[in-house]
Structures are given as C-alpha cells and as structure tokens.
C-alpha cells in the first residue's frame, strides 16, 4: 500500500494510507542497514501486519522531492518560521540562522512574528525595517486573540505542506489551533491516534504533520532555543550569497573574493552604514562567518 509518514515516534511510524487510515509502522531493517532514515512527509509503501490493529511495515520510502535535516522532514513546499515580537523577544540571531539554513537547502521560508498586540509601534516598525529587504514574505498577528486576523497567512498557506518551527513559548500551537478556527475548519490531530507511545494528546518533542480541513497541511517541530551553523552546512564563500540584500551591493565590492568583513571599500559594509542593510541582519553575518571560518573541515 501506498501511504505518507505523518509522524514519528519512539521508534514507530504512523502513516496515513491514501483511504485516510493511519497504521502504526516500524521500518524494515533494511533501513538501518543502509543507514536511511524514514522522515516525517516520506511518502512511502507499507504492509499492512494487522488491519484490526492497524499495524504494519514501511517497506519502500519512495523518491523525495527535498529532504531537511534541521528540523529532519521531507517532501515540503515552505517553511514557516515563528516568532513572539515580545513575550519573548526575538532572537534574530537564532532567526536569521533559520532563514540560511533554509535558503541553503532551496526552501523558501515566511516570518510570521506573533504577539503583535503585545508589541509596541516602535518594535514592528524595526523588524519590518530589518527584513523587508531580506527577499521573505513577513506576517505580524495576534493568535491568542478571539478573532486572530490570519486571514493573509492562511492564503500563503493554502495548498501547500509547510514545516512550521521556531523557539518554544512563542505561540506556535495557538496559531495552529488559530488557523483551523479561521472557516472554522477541522484540525485532524493525528497524535490522538495511539497511546502505544505512551504521550499526550500535544508534544513539542517530535514532527507531526496536521491536516486543516482540506486547504493545507502543517508539519509541526519541537521548539530550539539555539540553532549553530557549522562548515558542513555552508562554506565562509558562499554565506554572503544567503543573505539576499547583500546582493545589490556585493558586485560593486573592489574586490572580487570580498568577505565583507575587513576589505577596504567594501560595498556591502557601506551599505550597513548608510542604513541600506540592518546592523543585526549584518551582525548576524559576521558572527556566522567567523564561527565557520575558525571550524577546521578534516
């Protein structure tokens, strides 16, 4: 049978069969041998052990369109990454790690800052200003409230799978409760499904993918507080080319190889003086490219 991985728990995989069934899965040993490792949105054939207990074996994963190793999902359309604008406040670091990592792996990815009622006019504005430039569609809403205002988001959203991440405690599960308010449309909660692992109805400790009515799926991930960028993910060259606004400026660099770091008339540094570029989207910048270039690759 045919079916797509929808989350993976303690060693199982719950797959939903194209009838919309959901059958608790191990892997074939073959797996491990090869040393493959399912992923949640894995499209996948299975045998079916037990139709009683809906039980069976993921025997094939089928060709991937991408895979993501950080959060570990496969076969997605965006991303969408989440944060408080206060309560807490954003770390841009961590933010415009995610944002790299993402453009390096050829997903594109939205900003949806939360809270917004929170927030005061002065922190939006900033944000707004830091990453208009930044080549992301970025979203300001209030999830908690009793009419969110998601309207937008959702139609960015429609017909796609998007892998949703970001810090804990910044209101990834509201939004998600939020989102199927809006049409008031059903959340298939497909972690009710079986108490073999032994969890709750709601965990931020493993990827699960949820169904909104019939408009779009969201694959959840477990909150990070930090999120390091290493030589492996990209070289110290090429980081320049994953910060988007830095190419209006970088061609007219004197120098062909220019890091943006210490060369003289740089183009780029310029830029983030006169304002053209954010001072944090630029700090961001320095601090990744010193952590890589001081990684020693054997």
């Known amino acids: 049978m045919n079916g797509k991985i929808i989350k993976a728990l303690a060693g199982f995989y719950y797959v939903a069969s194209?009838?919309?069934?959901?059958?608790?899965?191990?892997?074939?040993?073959?797996?491990?041998?090869?040393?493959?490792?399912?992923?949640?949105?894995?499209?996948?054939?299975?045998?079916?052990?037990?139709?009683?207990?809906?039980t069976g074996n993921v025997t094939e994963i089928l060709p991937r369109r991408n895979s993501l190793f950080r959060p570990a999902v496969a076969n997605v359309d965006q991303a969408m990454v989440v944060f408080a604008v206060r309560s807490p406040f954003?770390?841009?670091?961590?933010?415009?790690?995610?944002?790299?990592?993402?453009?390096?792996?050829?997903?594109?990815?939205?900003?949806?800052?939360?809270?917004?009622?929170?927030?005061?006019?002065?922190?939006?504005?900033?944000?707004?200003?830091?990453?208009?430039?930044?080549?992301?569609?970025?979203?300001?809403?209030?999830?908690?409230?009793?009419?969110?205002?998601?309207?937008?988001?959702?139609?960015?959203?429609?017909?796609?799978?998007?892998?949703?991440?970001?810090?804990?405690?910044?209101?990834?599960s509201t939004i998600l409760n939020a989102l199927s308010r809006v049409g008031n449309e059903e959340i298939a909660q497909v972690g009710a499904i079986s108490s073999k692992a032994g969890r709750g109805k709601h965990t931020t400790r493993h990827n699960e993918i949820y169904t909104i009515g019939r408009s779009f799926r969201i694959v959840d991930t477990p909150g990070f507080t930090s999120l390091l960028v290493s030589a492996d993910d990209v070289t110290k060259e090429e980081l320049g080319t994953l910060f988007p606004e830095f190419s209006a400026y970088a061609p007219k660099c004197p120098f062909k190889d220019c890091s943006h770091i210490k060369e003289r008339d740089c183009a780029v540094r310029k830029a983030v003086e006169d304002g053209k570029i954010a001072q944090s989207r630029y700090n961001s910048y320095k601090a990744i490219y010193e952590e890589v270039k001081s990684q020693k690759k054997y």
């Open 18 to 54: 194209d009838k919309n069934r959901i059958y608790e899965c191990r892997a074939k040993g073959a797996f491990r041998n090869e040393n493959i490792t399912p992923l949640v949105g894995d499209d996948v054939k299975f045998e079916v052990i037990s139709e009683n207990d809906r």
């Open 90 to 172: 954003p770390n841009l670091s961590i933010l415009d790690r995610f944002l790299l990592l993402m453009k390096k792996q050829g997903i594109e990815t939205i900003i949806v800052f939360n809270k917004k009622d929170l927030a005061k006019t002065d922190d939006i504005k900033t944000l707004k200003n830091t990453y208009k430039k930044s080549g992301h569609k970025v979203f300001f809403i209030s999830a908690g409230g009793e009419r969110p205002s998601l309207g937008s988001l959702k139609m960015q959203l429609r017909g796609k799978i998007t892998v949703m991440a970001g810090p804990s405690g910044v209101g990834k």
